[in-house]
């Protein structure tokens, strides 16, 4: 676990930092709240320690431009002050919890693992597990089959680490972020032996199992655990689920006689006799039973209450309309007197397997259920589409003929039918044609022959709806507290920060305090239907990227046209599977994120160009010049290559100006350091503008020999180029040459200081010429 503790006292930040990294957090420490703010934005931090009087920046600053920034970080506030204003301020400003100085080191540490407890409910547990290897991080202790492992302190960082994240790929660089303090300056080797001392002791501890996976070019991960356990945990999870589901469901048709009652009441009492509050109940009360018999499968008994519930709005009661009403109400009674035709199932994610080898889907069969997925195998393709019952998270498809034959057919329907459904094959057949021919119908995997089950499943995850779970925020909005319990139940296994509104008339207020990264709306509520509250959120500029689904019961063409049209981006019918709700609504969070990310990629993209590029020429401008010429000087110190420098400015630029004023002088500019483009290899060597006229280009692997012919090769196409001067006839520069190899004790400032030298030299030996001077 990884602290960041901005303190500006040096006393007092010592002692928290030995006292966390005694208890194996490591600690990076900023002296003022401008370098906290900064670290605590690029660093990925457990818990940032923030005192609130600062230099630069008060802790109180800090922590509010921290959560404008959206960061997420747990903040625990360190003061002296302890006046209920200062504790009510700073927990204003976005801490988590609040703590006075002096305080013991107990008190602290209890609170930093009280706080990381509870901001990471859904990861954090006390004992971390992978077999029968265990981390109690309250002990600071690791055994194996009860047996004490003896770990070095990067080591215990290392495992807990690993096992805290199970799911995800950390690069040595990721692990150096999370291991070690921002002081130190390990390199890619101490990673690589850190994994490789981890692995020999657990081995010498009696473990055969291999722990850590390297993941080729990414980095490590925690390898599957042992087959039992995940088992146990999937059966846990999906058990827990289908309690909660049947408590829901038996709730339901609990609730069923009282609503029949409420609506007899109109059969009982002539409906002009009701008062008014009685007849809004009542229609209320059809508009809920509506909804909720299509929620769980009652879906012809939904009809019946939908149409109950318009005869109510329409208010016209002759004889013959109560007379409808009578009989379908009788009809809507027989009708939940019997099972519901579909009922809501866990939502295990689904694999539908088209397949015919009986040993692969054997094994399939067997790895299933230990890598959190469940498969449903069709062996005959001709009927594939008239077997599919529920929507797949991914179809899996293998093929043992030529791809562009009778599969291509099927594929195309497939992907017709279920178009946000990946699509991973496995084939014989490895040629470009067929590849070509695949990727046309937006396959996502290619697999071909021989491959291992698990590798078959890890291509299955790569492009899968994210399963495990996130940290994202759903808003539902159902006036049905059915339907809100059915899918907060069906969605809280997968991480989701659920809000769950019943009325549609606070919906702007819960939006706008939640910022949801999904909407799912019912579509027919009171005051307010699905498709307005759909409207708003497009309208609104701050809002308008947030993924709507729209859960109705009406799937004809008519009503999901208007669901379109009002800006949602799906919908799910009713009745509700457990699968397809989890799938469509991960994978717009997934969707809707990335996107974020390459606008987010954009924009700094284009920040980080206005900051390296001198907007007048197109050259990188002097800090990115420095920044460029230390990093080569580093690269070719280890390689021990040549680096080599070339210093121009243009003669008598300043004439120039005064003769043509300062638009020609820019333009001249722009048309100079043009043709020196021309002359290196962009790919390679950088070309900046240092002020003024003055120009440098950073030569990287490049000789002395070869950058004096560099230098030759400018000046004559600038002498080509014959921009007129007239004062001078034609533009010249001048140009000042040095190189020499790296070494660890040396500076690039010599560099640079040694071609300035040879470019003075070359101006008073009459201009137009070049000097060279090494290093």
């Known amino acids: 676990m990884k602290v960041l503790l901005v303190e500006d006292d040096p006393s007092i930040s010592e002692c928290f930092a030995t006292t966390l990294t005694a208890h194996r957090y490591t600690v990076d420490i900023a002296a003022d709240g401008q370098l ?264 012809k008994g939904s009809d019946l209450a939908r149409a109950i519930e318009h005869l109510l709005i329409a208010g016209d009661w002759e004889a013959n309309r109560q007379r409808e009403f009578s009989q379908l109400l009788t009809q809507l009674k027989q009708e939940i007197a019997n099972p519901p035709i579909a009922a809501l199932a866990t939502a295990t994610p689904l694999i539908l397997a088209i397949a015919d080898d009986d040993s692969l889907i054997q094994q399939l069969q067997q790895t299933a259920p230990h890598r959190g997925w469940r498969v449903e195998f069709i062996y005959n393709r001709a009927d594939v589409l008239s077997r599919i019952e529920d929507v797949p998270h991914v179809i899996f498809m293998s093929l043992h003929y030529a791809v562009p034959d009778r599969g291509l057919m099927l594929l195309q329907e497939l992907k017709m039918q279920f178009p946000t459904v990946p699509i991973v094959i496995l084939t014989t057949q490895d040629s470009l044609d067929s590849r070509v021919a695949v990727a046309r119908l937006g396959v996502s995997r290619y697999i071909v022959q021989p491959v291992t089950t698990n590798e078959i499943f890890d291509a299955i995850a790569q492009v899968s709806p994210q399963t495990s779970p996130t940290d994202a925020k759903v808003l539902i909005v159902d006036d049905d507290p059915f339907a809100l319990q059915t899918l907060t139940t069906l969605l809280q296994p997968w991480g989701l920060q659920i809000t769950v509104l019943s009325q549609p008339e606070h919906f702007w207020q819960v939006l706008t305090s939640t910022v949801p990264d999904v909407l799912l709306l019912d579509l027919e509520m009171p005051t307010y239907n699905g498709l307005e509250l759909c409207r708003v959120v497009r309208q609104d500029a701050n809002y308008s990227d947030i993924p709507i689904l729209v859960v109705t019961a009406h799937t004809d063409i008519t009503s999901i046209q208007q669901v379109f049209a009002a800006g949602a981006d799906d919908f799910i019918a009713k009745p509700i599977a457990g699968p397809e709700l989890v799938t469509r609504t991960l994978a717009r969070i997934e969707r809707s994120r990335i996107q974020r990310q390459l606008l987010q990629y954009q924009q700094q993209g284009q920040t980080h160009q206005k900051a390296t590029i001198d907007t007048l020429t197109q050259a990188a401008n002097r800090p990115y010049f420095e920044e460029f010429l230390y990093r080569e000087w580093q690269r070719l110190a280890r390689a021990q290559a040549p680096i080599s420098m070339i210093l121009y400015d243009i003669d008598h630029f300043k004439a120039y100006n005064d003769m043509h004023g300062y638009p020609a002088g820019d333009a001249c500019l722009q048309q100079v350091t043009q043709i020196v483009r021309n002359c290196i290899r962009l790919d390679r060597d950088l070309i900046a503008r240092c002020g003024g006229d003055e120009f440098a280009i950073v030569l990287a692997e490049t000789s002395l020999e070869q950058a004096l012919q560099v230098a030759q090769r400018i000046q004559s196409a600038i002498a080509q180029g014959q921009i007129p001067h007239h004062a001078h006839q034609y533009i010249t520069i001048s140009l000042g040459i040095s190189g020499t190899i790296p070494q660890n004790n040396t500076f690039p400032q010599n560099l640079i200081a040694i071609a300035t030298q040879a470019l003075y030299a070359a101006k008073a030996r009459g201009r137009n010429t070049y000097c060279l001077y090494p290093l």
């Not at 900064?38 to 230099?55: F, H, K, M, N, S």
């Not at 309250?138 to 199970?166: A, F, W």
């Not at 080797?189 to 001392?197: E, F, Q, R, S, W």
């Not at 409906?271 to 018999?293: F, K, M, T």
């Open 36 to 299: 906290g703010f900064d670290l605590a934005l690029q660093g990925e931090y457990d818990i940032i320690l923030l005192d609130v009087i600062l230099p630069k920046l008060n802790g109180l600053t800090v922590c509010q431009q921290l959560r404008q920034q959206e960061c997420q970080t747990p903040i625990l506030m360190l003061t002296a002050k302890d006046t209920n204003e200062d504790v009510i301020a700073g927990l204003n400003a976005g801490a988590d919890d609040y703590i006075t100085k002096p305080c013991d080191a107990e008190h602290l540490l209890a609170r930093v693992r009280a706080l990381l407890r509870r901001q990471g409910s859904t990861t954090f547990v006390p004992i971390l597990t992978w077999g029968d290897l265990h981390l109690d991080p309250t002990l600071i202790q690791v055994t194996y089959r009860q047996q004490i492992v003896v770990l070095s302190p990067k080591e215990y960082s290392l495992l807990e680490l690993l096992l805290r994240y199970p799911q995800r790929i950390f690069s040595r660089s990721s692990i150096i972020n999370h291991l070690w303090s921002i002081d130190d300056s390990p390199t890619d080797a101490a990673v690589t032996n850190l994994i490789k001392d981890l692995r020999r002791k657990l081995k010498s501890a009696g473990m055969q199992e291999e722990l850590i996976e390297t993941v080729y070019r990414l980095g490590y991960r925690l390898r599957t655990p042992p087959k039992k356990e995940i088992q146990a945990k999937v059966d846990t999870r999906e058990h827990e689920q289908q309690v909660l589901l049947e408590q829901v469901t038996q709730n339901f048709r609990a609730s069923l006689q009282q609503r029949i009652d409420v609506l007899e009441a109109a059969v009982r009492s002539p409906v002009d006799r009701l008062s008014p509050l009685q007849y809004q109940q009542i229609q209320a009360e059809a508009h809920r039973l509506a909804g909720g018999l299509g929620t769980f499968g009652y879906t």
